[in-house]
């Protein structure tokens, strides 16, 4: 009996080295996966806030702005960039710029629809950035009449 007992030392070293990295990649592909969804929920509100910003009747604008009235595509542009720049969690990787905006009915009527869509490619962080898989394209569309 005491002869067993030796032979089955280190069993679960052994063990433990194989589930070991299964586990490592099911832990890291969950944080993986919750920043993905983090920052999609960032685009959905940085779309939500650009054409918020830009459906309103400003009757104080930016400064340096020569008029009244709604906001440019520009300064639409600039109010989804800020919030992206400020919430995107990103690891210094690429972060949302003016080609990833698409903002259609600016300085519109009342009633006339604003799309406002930020494009954005998540780069992933853990096991599938090791794995030579590319980035996961996010993308949000807000639509919002104009007052």
Not at 17 to 28: E, G, K, R, S, Y
Not at 39 to 53: H, L, Q, S, V, W
Not at 106 to 130: D, K, M, R
Request: include cysteine; proline fraction near 3%; charge should be negative.
């Amino acid at each position: 009996m005491r002869s067993r007992l030796r032979s089955d030392a280190g069993s679960e070293l052994i063990e433990f080295a194989f589930v070991v990295w299964l586990l490592l990649i099911l832990v890291f592909g969950i944080i993986d996966f919750s920043l993905a969804l983090y920052d999609k929920a960032i685009i959905t509100n940085a779309a939500r806030e650009g054409a918020r910003a830009g459906i309103v009747f400003a009757p104080v604008r930016p400064a340096g702005s020569p008029i009244q009235g709604r906001l440019t595509e520009l300064e639409i542009e600039d109010v989804v960039m800020t919030y992206c720049q400020n919430h995107l969690v990103n690891f210094g990787g690429a972060d949302v710029t003016r080609d990833d905006i698409d903002v259609d009915g600016e300085e519109g009527t009342s009633g006339v629809p604003l799309t406002v869509t930020v494009n954005y490619t998540y780069n992933h962080v853990a096991i599938s950035s090791f794995l030579g898989l590319g980035g996961m394209p996010l993308s949000s569309t807000s639509v919002m009449r104009s007052e």
